[in-house]
């Protein structure tokens, strides 16, 4: 690179163009959001130094990120981390980035939580980025609940207690396919809570591969495929969240925007009463509410 092309505003614009044409959307925002972290800088800071010229490694550093990106690679596992509900979350490759649209989930759990210390299971944990979001913002208002983070995935459960530790949420962590953890050698239940959340996988298998490719091709399967009609883990948690909740507890899930009708029968056939669901920004249901 000559030097004037490793000017901070030199290799934005250049990023900018390489990510545009590769279809990236916001690719003016991504290439300064890449440098800011590459520099360590706020955007007022970048704006002020465009003129300076970086070294060559921060400069062949820059590029290198930018042209990953422009695969489709997510730009939140090129970092390394994300923001979800004002928090800092690492994130890596095969655990699924937190979404903003899923901070509806939370606000919602919160909304619901009595005035008191709770038991709370966020099942499908994926980072956890909901049950320790849950965790930190009952402990501002002043409730120490008890609260599992729970996951099938060796990299799911590694990243949730990465997360913890960083955000010093003092939270459990377990290892289970779905409740199996929290049954006795009887198959009954050994541990009730007061609420259980769950972001599970939804998506239906056909619509896997519409996905943007930045979903479909870099964030784990796992996290995302619901199985033929999207439901099947939807009656998995009904069917037996109702064994582990207290009386009168709350099962608060993450939706697909057209599956409410779909999960509210699953629900009202389990039992389950004062059904509910909430919009996001975008006025698509996302968040289903029920008591047992």
Request: proline share 2%.
């Amino acid at each position: 690179m000559t030097h004037d092309e490793k000017k901070i505003g030199a290799l934005i614009t250049k990023g900018t163009k390489i990510l545009g044409d590769a279809f990236i959307e916001n690719n003016v925002a991504e290439a300064r959001h890449l440098m800011m972290v590459y520099m360590n800088l706020d955007l007022a800071s970048i704006y002020a130094r465009l003129d300076e010229e970086l070294d060559d490694v921060t400069a062949m550093r820059y590029m290198k990120a930018i042209k990953k990106r422009a695969t489709h690679y997510p730009l939140q596992y090129i970092t390394g981390f994300t923001y979800f509900m004002d928090y800092e979350f690492n994130c890596k490759e095969n655990v699924l980035i937190p979404r903003f649209d899923t901070e509806n989930l939370v606000l919602k759990a919160i909304e619901l939580s009595p005035e008191k210390k709770c038991n709370v299971l966020d099942l499908c944990t994926g980072s956890g980025c909901i049950g320790i979001s849950y965790k930190l913002m009952r402990n501002e208002d002043g409730f120490d609940d008890e609260v599992v983070l729970a996951d099938i995935s060796d990299d799911a459960i590694a990243l949730a207690t990465e997360n913890a530790e960083k955000l010093e949420a003092d939270v459990s962590i377990v290892k289970t396919d779905m409740f199996s953890a929290f049954k006795d050698e009887d198959g009954k239940p050994k541990v009730s809570f007061d609420m259980i959340l769950s972001n599970p996988p939804y998506i239906k298998t056909k619509d896997i591969y519409n996905l943007l490719k930045d979903v479909r091709d870099f964030e784990p399967r796992l996290a995302l495929d619901g199985a033929t009609d999207g439901l099947a883990f939807y009656r998995i948690i009904a069917a037996e969240a109702k064994n582990f909740l207290t009386k009168g507890g709350y099962l608060v899930l993450e939706i697909g925007y057209d599956q409410y009708m779909d999960v509210a029968d699953i629900l009202t056939a389990n039992g389950f009463k004062n059904i509910k669901k909430q919009k996001d920004m975008s006025g698509l249901d996302r968040v289903v509410s029920a008591r047992i």
